[in-house]
């Protein structure tokens, strides 16, 4: 199966997407939530950071730490998103479009507000 260009940069962008919405935004806090501890320090500034450790042992404890890192959990992403693409194109390919608009909207937001 040939790959366009076209197809490769859509997939890319929403493998980004997806990666961060499971790792980082706020909407998905609870799916993170049974697998991670989040601790918060403030530091003499005033600033606070937010500290991440996987909870538990064994699947638990493997999920806790591959969700909290957005390189593993990008490299899955792409893989199950490239199987899912040769296999069920014609199914995938409307989620893998809104993936990705929203993923170079949020690049250009970025963008902005910098």
Known sequence: MELA??????IAVATFRFTHLIVFDQ??????KPFQTIREEK??????FEFVSPR????RRFIGELISCYWCTGIW??????????????IVWPLYLILGIAGV??????????
């Open 5 to 10: 260009w076209f197809e490769f940069a859509i």
């Open 27 to 32: 909407i998905t806090n609870f799916l993170r």
């Open 43 to 48: 530091t003499s500034n005033g600033e606070i």
């Open 56 to 59: 538990g042992k064994g699947i």
């Open 77 to 90: 992403t792409a893989a199950i998103f490239v199987v899912l693409f040769w296999f069920i194109p014609t």
């Open 105 to 114: 909207a949020s690049f250009l937001e970025a963008i902005i507000k910098n």
